[in-house]
């Protein structure tokens, strides 16, 4: 078996283990709330590939990943880990307290 060139985008967010469902990945989609190399993608049928980068909201946060692998299925969280790399700065100066 061969090596994947492109995934649909709400697969690779669900395979990476960003979101729960693979229907909340394509809801975030729809939505219009992922970049893919700074262009909003507005349907979860857009591909991604290797070399990608993803800017999209999780949690209190904004994930900005570079797409390392694609994958064939969801698999445990250490292989969804090797799918991408982190980008975002590492937040080492926490905010101060306003007291």
Same mark, same amino acid.
């Given at each position: 078996?061969?090596?994947?060139?492109?995934?649909?985008?709400?697969?690779?967010?669900?395979?990476? @283990?960003?979101?729960?469902?693979? /229907?909340? %990945? #394509?809801?975030?989609?729809? *939505?219009?709330?992922? &970049?893919?190399?700074?262009?909003?993608?507005?349907?979860?049928?857009?591909?991604?590939?290797?070399?990608?980068?993803?800017?999209?909201?999780?949690?209190?946060?904004? @994930?900005?990943?570079?797409?390392? /692998?694609? %994958? #064939?299925?969801?698999?445990? *969280?250490?292989?969804? &880990?090797?799918?991408?790399?982190?980008?975002?700065?590492?937040?080492?100066?926490?905010?101060?307290?306003?007291?």
């Amino acid at each position: 078996m061969g090596e994947l060139a492109s995934l649909r985008l709400d697969k690779w967010l669900w395979f990476a @283990r960003f979101l729960k469902s693979r /229907a909340a %990945a #394509s809801d975030l989609c729809a *939505a219009g709330r992922v &970049r893919i190399n700074r262009v909003a993608a507005h349907k979860a049928a857009v591909t991604v590939r290797a070399g990608d980068i993803l800017t999209f909201p999780q949690g209190n946060g904004i @994930r900005v990943v570079r797409v390392l /692998a694609l %994958a #064939s299925r969801r698999g445990p *969280a250490a292989a969804a &880990r090797r799918l991408y790399e982190d980008l975002a700065p590492p937040d080492d100066d926490p905010q101060p307290s306003s007291r």
